[in-house]
C-alpha cells in the first residue's frame, strides 16, 4: 500500500467522491491498516487512533454522563490518569478492582454501571483476567466489555473471540514493533458500537498520519517471528531471575509459578515478551540494578524489537497515587522488563551481572 500523504481528494462532482474526501475522515493508507489488524483481531471493524490513549480515549466516548466504569486496578498508569484525571471530570465515575477475581468485578457493579475495563496480562503485575467469564458476566448485566489487549498482541490473544465487546491496542507497542511510532487501534464486531466509534474518530480527529499507517503496516509484517523470539527471552530471563538470591518475586504467566498460569495456557497462545521483578531491596538497591544494565536500555514503553527495563512506580504508573501504586504491588522495588529480540544468553547474563554486580 503507497503513502497517501495528501490531506484532501479531489471530486468527481459536488458531494460526489470514490470513498475519500478528507483525510482526517478516511485515508486510504490508514484504511489498508484498519482492515489489517481488524482480520488479525477477528474483527468486522477496526479505526486507528494517533496513540493508544487516544483509542482508549474513543473508547471511553462511548459512554455518557453519569455512567459508571468497573475498571482492573492493575493498569496502564495513562489509563489511570485519563479514567480519573480527565474522563472523571466530565462526569464518569470509576471502580478500581482486581478484576482476575470475577467476583470482585460482579460486586463493584453498581445501577449505572455500563462498562468493565480489563488488561490481560495486566500492566506491569502480568495478572491475568478470565475474559470467557467476565464476558458471561457483562452479557447478563448488560454491560459492554472493553478489553486492552497491548501486552498479548493479537499474535497471542484475540478477546473478541472469548466473548469482549471492544478490543483496544497501543499500536506503539508490539505491533509497531520498532520503538519508531505511535499510535492506537480499537477493534469491534458490532455494527452499533464501530458506527459511534467511527463518528468519535472523525469528530475528535486523534488519527495517526499516513506515513504513521505505513510504520505500523511495515511492522505488523514481522509480528509473528517477532513475538515468538520476545518469548523465547522472556522464558529464559524469567527462569534465570527466579533462582537468583537478590529477586524476591517474577511475574511472568509462562513461569508454573504463576498463580494463573493453566489460565494463560487455555486463554492465550503464548506467554509473551513481559517480564516483572521485585529486588531484595529497597529504592536505592533497584535503581543500582537499573543502572547495572548494558543491553537492556532504560525507557519508558515496550513491545519492541531492543530490550527495555522500567521503574513503573517512578517512570510509568507515577501518576498512580503512591497508597494505591503499593496496595496494587507496584512497589519502589518492582521493575518492568520488556524482552527485545536479540540473543537469549546475552539479555540473561546482562541482568545477572547487573543483579550480582549491584551497589548502593
Not at 479531489?10 to 462532482?13: F, I, V
Not at 473471540?161 to 478490543?167: F, K, N, P, Q, T
Not at 529486588?279 to 538497591?285: F, Q, T
Given at each position: 500500500m503507497p503513502i497517501y500523504q495528501t490531506s484532501t481528494f479531489?471530486?468527481?462532482?459536488v458531494g460526489i467522491h470514490k470513498g475519500f474526501d478528507y483525510s482526517r475522515t478516511a485515508n486510504p493508507t490508514r484504511l489498508s491498516l484498519e482492515r489489517c489488524l481488524a482480520s488479525l483481531e477477528n474483527a468486522r471493524h477496526g479505526l486507528c487512533f494517533a496513540s493508544g490513549m487516544a483509542a482508549a480515549d474513543c473508547t471511553l466516548k462511548l459512554l455518557s454522563a453519569g455512567d459508571h466504569v468497573v475498571a482492573s486496578d492493575d493498569v496502564y498508569g495513562g489509563t489511570y490518569r485519563l479514567f480519573e484525571k480527565v474522563l472523571r471530570r466530565y462526569g464518569l465515575t470509576f471502580s478500581w478492582v482486581d478484576a482476575s477475581s470475577i467476583d470482585k468485578v460482579a460486586a463493584a457493579i453498581a445501577p449505572n454501571t455500563r462498562m468493565i475495563w480489563a488488561e490481560t496480562p495486566t500492566n506491569p503485575l502480568l495478572k491475568l483476567v478470565d475474559l470467557r467469564a467476565l464476558a458471561e458476566l457483562a452479557r447478563d448485566r448488560k454491560l459492554l466489555l472493553a478489553v486492552d489487549n497491548t501486552f498479548a498482541s493479537p499474535y497471542l490473544q484475540n478477546p473478541l473471540?472469548?466473548?469482549?465487546?471492544?478490543?483496544v491496542h497501543s499500536t506503539t507497542k508490539y505491533i509497531g514493533g520498532h520503538s519508531d511510532v505511535v499510535?492506537?487501534?480499537?477493534?469491534t464486531n458490532r455494527e452499533d458500537l464501530f458506527a459511534d466509534l467511527k463518528f468519535h474518530q472523525n469528530?475528535?480527529?486523534a488519527v495517526p498520519s499516513p506515513f504513521d499507517s505505513f510504520l505500523v503496516l511495515r511492522g505488523v509484517k514481522t509480528l509473528a517471528v517477532r513475538m515468538r523470539e520476545h518469548e523465547k527471552n522472556a522464558r529464559r530471563v524469567a527462569?534465570?531471575?527466579s533462582s537468583h538470591p537478590r529477586v524476591e518475586r517474577v511475574y511472568y504467566p509462562g513461569l508454573p509459578s504463576h498463580p494463573q498460569h493453566d489460565l494463560a495456557r487455555r486463554q492465550m497462545r503464548g506467554f509473551g515478551g513481559m517480564v516483572s521483578f521485585v529486588?531484595?531491596?529497597?529504592?536505592?538497591?533497584t535503581r543500582a540494578v537499573a543502572r547495572g544494565v548494558r543491553i537492556f536500555s532504560l525507557a519508558e514503553s515496550l513491545g519492541g524489537v531492543e530490550s527495555l527495563m522500567c521503574h513503573?512506580?517512578?517512570?510509568t504508573h507515577a501518576?498512580?497515587?503512591k497508597a494505591d501504586r503499593e496496595a496494587r504491588g507496584v512497589t519502589d522495588s518492582l521493575l518492568r522488563l520488556s524482552c527485545g529480540i536479540e540473543d537469549s544468553d546475552d539479555l540473561v547474563a546482562d541482568i545477572v551481572g547487573a543483579l550480582d554486580h549491584s551497589r548502593l
Open positions: 479531489t471530486q468527481e462532482d473471540d472469548l466473548g469482549a465487546d471492544v478490543v499510535g492506537g487501534f480499537v477493534a469528530a475528535n480527529g527462569e534465570a531471575l529486588v531484595k531491596g529497597d529504592l536505592a538497591l513503573p512506580a517512578v517512570m501518576s498512580i497515587p
